[in-house]
């Protein structure tokens, strides 16, 4: 089984910063793929970005790009997003995935294993 642990949500104000993390711990996988998401109240849950862990290449939403960046630290098993320039739309619920397969998918329904959740509150 694989644990995922969120932390670093919390209040910001509009072109603010956080750096959400995310440790992964149990057991051990190969070539997987860690998903960032988000999910604002009454929406569907929304691909925020993702990295190959082995490769380190990193995939990024439209509605990200250029101000969210996705980085890992093999040694501490741990993947983080920095996101700089929020903005109120930013606010959601992030979670942190894992697609055990390395598809590098957009879709939630690929993901295999998911954190429970870091609130991230934007104001404007």
């Known amino acids: 089984q694989v644990q995922l642990v969120e932390s670093g949500g919390g209040l910001v104000q509009a072109g603010g910063s956080l750096r959400l993390s995310c440790t992964i711990s149990?057991?051990?996988?190969?070539?997987?793929?860690m998903g960032w998401f988000r999910q604002a109240s009454g929406q569907a849950r929304e691909f925020v970005g993702s990295i190959n862990w082995s490769a380190g290449s990193a995939a990024y939403a439209d509605s990200v790009k250029g101000r969210f960046t996705i980085s890992r630290d093999n040694a501490k098993n741990t993947v983080y997003l920095q996101m700089n320039s929020l903005k109120a739309e930013d606010t959601a619920l992030y979670y942190c995935?894992?697609?055990?397969?390395?598809?590098?998918?957009?879709?939630?329904?690929?993901?295999?294993?998911w954190g429970q959740g870091t609130q991230v509150t934007v104001s404007s």
């Open positions: 995935a894992v697609d055990k397969w390395g598809l590098q998918s957009t879709q939630p329904s690929v993901y295999d294993y």
């Open positions: 149990g057991r051990t996988l190969r070539h997987y793929v």
